[in-house]
């Protein structure tokens, strides 16, 4: 079945350097993605979203970028702090679903002081 | 602030037992999922309940598992009987769906790590 999965399973960074999450989908008929961040004993908790008419957006410190040509989905971070640590999800609303979602694998992201 | 609740946080039997797990969505919610997180399959929604009706159950194995919303304030999972595979977290996620068509955000609790043995 079609699934989201993500390049890198982890990733390390310097505190203050910009974070890069990388993500691919492969149901061209998802029109809604988003990513979640989820720390060590807590349920994933939501960080941006986008939908499929546009392909960037930005939050506080996070930009969302979407490249519906490769079916790719990138999460920034600038200036990456310890508190950033945690593991980041994409997901997608399955198949243009307007409540399932379907979630990549994760990336474990860790900040390095 | 509010928020989702689940209970018990952590869970050990032993297999062969029930299990109930419980989650309070946040108030005025409408919506109530049901997901499985483990480290091979990642995350998986079990149940979707809209307006307390159980409206996607397909990602739940139906021999031993149940899912319920006995009133707004409730929702429950039962595994009866429990067996070693089960063991994962179980996350409940809450939200309002307003619009029709309009995908809308889902609220996750702090889960119930379970643990069958």
């Known amino acids: 079945g079609e699934s989201v999965g993500l390049h890198l399973p982890t990733l390390s960074v310097q505190e203050g350097d910009n974070s890069i999450i990388n993500c691919a989908y492969s149901?061209?008929?998802?029109?809604?993605f988003i990513w979640y961040k989820q720390e060590s004993g807590k349920g994933p908790q939501f960080i941006i979203d986008i939908r499929s008419n546009m392909d960037k957006r930005q939050g506080q410190r996070v930009t969302v970028l979407l490249n519906k040509t490769v079916k790719h989905l990138s999460l920034q971070i600038a200036a990456t702090q310890p508190g950033d640590s945690a593991v980041y999800f994409c997901a997608e609303n399955s198949g243009g679903s307007n409540y399932k979602l379907t979630f990549g694998k994760g990336t474990l992201l860790t900040v390095n002081p | 602030d509010a928020r989702v609740t689940q209970t018990p946080r952590h869970k050990v039997t032993e297999m062969g037992q029930e299990v109930t797990m419980r989650c309070q969505p946040i108030?005025?919610?409408?919506?109530v999922f049901w997901y499985r997180q483990t480290m091979m399959q990642g995350l998986e929604l079990l149940a979707y309940?809209?307006?307390?009706?159980?409206?996607?159950d397909s990602g739940m194995p139906k021999d031993r598992f149940s899912a319920e919303m006995p009133d707004a304030t409730l929702a429950t999972l039962k595994i009866q009987p429990s067996e070693p595979r089960d063991s994962a977290v179980y996350f409940c996620?809450?939200?309002?769906?307003?619009?029709?068509?309009?995908?809308?955000?889902?609220?996750f609790g702090p889960g119930t790590r379970l643990t069958v043995l």
């Open positions: 149901n061209s008929a998802s029109d809604y």
């Open positions: 108030l005025g919610h409408n919506t």
């Open positions: 309940f809209r307006n307390r009706a159980p409206l996607d």
């Open positions: 996620a809450s939200g309002q769906s307003r619009l029709a068509g309009a995908y809308n955000e889902q609220f």
